[in-house]
């Protein structure tokens, strides 16, 4: 499956190809420190075996490529998807010489578009450290609010960090859109 932007960002499974700039971001202590989990450095091989194992879980994961060359500059995936209740988590990662060129927020509207319109969930959120202020921006350009915030729930660079709970309705999106192709076409 294959979302595509009007951009240069395309939505794409994830593929072999892919996993030089997987093992690089998950080995990547820079990422590592904006993102809210943890990870420990892993050879080669585990990441291979990681991608060998992928449909064992309930994710859906993405390589966020560019269009014209169809290179991986990061991953996209939906998580925690509850079906009864008709939510789920998105998370992001895009390699730092990749940033600050569209992909991330150009990837949440394509993630958003799939959620809502093709999975028909009703409700989507993202945790977020409260000193990723540029994770913070991209979600809040595309429609998502502060919920909440936890208190010193996460344990990064040698001190505890508060966590930023941000979240979108159905409803928000659709109303978003209304308003966008409204101003668009008037």
Not at 49 to 54: A, E, I
Not at 64 to 88: F, P, Q
């Amino acid at each position: 499956m294959r979302l595509i932007g009007n951009n240069n960002t395309v939505l794409r499974e994830l593929k072999e190809k892919d996993m030089p700039l997987l093992y690089n971001l998950i080995n990547d202590e820079n990422v590592e420190k904006t993102i809210v989990g943890w990870s420990k450095p892993v050879t080669y091989n585990e990441q291979l075996n990681w991608y060998n194992n992928l449909n064992k879980d309930n994710n859906i994961r993405f390589a966020i490529s560019e269009k014209e060359n169809d290179k991986a500059v990061g991953t996209a995936i939906i998580s925690k998807i509850d079906w009864k209740n008709r939510s789920c988590s998105i998370d992001i990662k895009i390699d730092n010489c990749s940033q600050n060129k569209g992909h991330g927020s150009n990837s949440i509207s394509l993630l958003l578009k799939y959620i809502f319109e093709e999975l028909n969930l009703n409700r989507v959120y993202v945790n977020i450290l409260d000193y990723n202020l540029a994770s913070e921006k991209i979600f809040t350009k595309n429609g998502f609010k502060i919920e909440g915030i936890q208190k010193s729930a996460i344990y990064k660079d040698g001190k505890y960090n508060d966590l930023k709970l941000l979240a979108l309705l159905k409803e928000e999106y659709n109303e978003r859109n209304r308003e966008w192709v409204w101003i668009w076409f008037v």
